[in-house]
């Protein structure tokens, strides 16, 4: 058997791109960054880096995580905390043509916060901005306003279709969609959630009436609100369930 030499194979490289998520004005949002150089400098595009020497996959998304938006990934099996991210791999990508500069591996994740404040980008604000979704994916491309429009840089529409399906999905069977909420809600900033990823309205009543009846879903604190308008509405935290039982099944459209 001939010795391993690494020499014979070709050299590539490995970075994280990281489909951030959060629900802004009821609309589900991606954090989007405009490349400030080549390749494709001036499109928009996914943040990321390149994974240092030192360090694995994990730790170098939670890295650029800190980075990109000052949170700190938790546990994936627990809900969000203050100051805190749900922080899950997504899916590797490597087609070889995907960055013209070399070969390079991607390994997306994705991360779920609740409604964060403005990015900031190298202090530019201009060069990081949160936007809905259905505009980055747009089929025609995403511009801000006077932009020509342009498909997002690399495979990036690619990574980020792919995370906003898996927490459509997830948000079915697990406890994940409170990770878009503050630590304490109410039903309706829930459902509101619910409604933005999947893109749906929900009847209230129904909604509610399934939450509360998932056991551990929903705990309740003993307090109340009135942020929403309107009368006091009773105040949830989540409960320890981390998969639901009935599921949360989105509805057909």
């Not at 650029?64 to 791999?89: I, K, R």
């Not at 990574?159 to 399906?165: K, N, R, S, W």
């Not at 749906?200 to 399934?210: I, S, Y």
Request: overall charge neutral; charged content about 20%.
């Amino acid at each position: 058997m001939s010795p391993y030499d690494p020499s014979a194979f070709p050299p590539f490289a490995v970075t994280v791109d990281l489909v951030v998520l959060t629900v802004r004005r009821h609309a589900l949002c991606a954090l989007a960054v405009r490349r400030g150089e080549p390749p494709f400098q001036g499109r928009w595009a996914l943040p990321g880096g390149f994974v240092r020497d030192d360090e694995d996959l994990t730790a170098a998304a939670a890295r650029e995580l800190v980075e990109e938006t000052g949170l700190c990934a938790h546990d994936p099996a627990a809900p969000a905390q203050d100051n805190g991210a749900h922080l899950e791999q997504l899916g590797t990508y490597g087609d070889p043509k995907r960055d013209p500069r070399m070969r390079v591996v991607s390994v997306a994740h994705l991360a779920l916060a609740p409604d964060l404040p403005a990015p900031r980008a190298g202090g530019d604000a201009h060069s990081a901005r949160w936007a809905p979704v259905e505009a980055l994916l747009n089929q025609n491309g995403y511009g801000r306003e006077g932009e020509l429009p342009a498909p997002l840089a690399f495979d990036h529409a690619r990574i980020l279709a792919d995370g906003v399906e898996r927490a459509r999905s997830k948000i079915e069977y697990s406890s994940l969609a409170t990770a878009f909420c503050p630590p304490e809600f109410t039903v309706g900033e829930l459902r509101r959630v619910y409604e933005a990823v999947w893109g749906v309205a929900l009847d209230p009543r129904n909604f509610h009436r399934k939450v509360t009846g998932t056991p551990g879903f929903l705990v309740p604190t003993g307090g109340t609100t009135t942020r929403q308008g309107g009368r006091p509405a009773q105040l949830f935290r989540a409960g320890g369930a981390t998969l639901l039982n009935p599921p949360m099944l989105r509805p057909e459209v």
